[in-house]
């Protein structure tokens, strides 16, 4: 089965900061794109960034450049999302997101691409408020 657990959401302030968490099975860690979505009310679901575990090559939305950074711990088979300079704006719920790698994947230039994945978390929220 595969599965995906986040954490790490919670409120809080402008300015502040968060670091979200997505805990995956060895396999799906290693044979998946893994990322993260968002989904702020009455709004479309939105990538934000996603990355290639096999290389820690990272792929982010135009708007996530700045202050949004992922990142992997192979030992634990956990993506990370750490958010900086959060506005209000950025609430929404927080998706961690799985699709499978091809059967071959050249590992020196993979790049996992930003499009609706297939496997999904439950999700965490974040709140901003002023």
């Known amino acids: 089965e595969v599965k995906l657990v986040e954490s790490g959401g919670g409120a809080v302030q402008v300015g502040g900061s968060l670091t979200l968490s997505c805990e995956a099975s060895?396999?799906?860690?290693?044979?998946?794109?893994m990322g993260w979505f968002r989904q702020a009310p009455g709004k479309e679901r939105e990538g934000i960034a996603v990355?290639?575990?096999?290389?820690?090559?990272?792929t982010y939305a135009a708007s996530a450049k700045d202050r949004f950074t992922i990142s992997q711990d192979n030992a634990k088979n956990t993506v990370y999302l750490q958010m900086n300079s959060l506005k209000p704006e950025d609430t929404a719920m927080y998706y961690c997101?799985?699709?499978?790698?091809?059967?071959?994947?050249?590992?020196?230039?993979?790049?996992?691409?930003?499009?609706?994945?297939?496997?999904w978390g439950q999700g965490t929220q974040v709140t901003v408020s002023s």
């Open positions: 990355i290639y575990t096999g290389s820690g090559r990272a």
């Open positions: 997101a799985a699709d499978p790698l091809p059967d071959t994947v050249e590992v020196a230039t993979w790049a996992c691409a930003l499009y609706e994945y297939k496997i």
């Open positions: 060895r396999y799906t860690y290693v044979s998946h794109c």
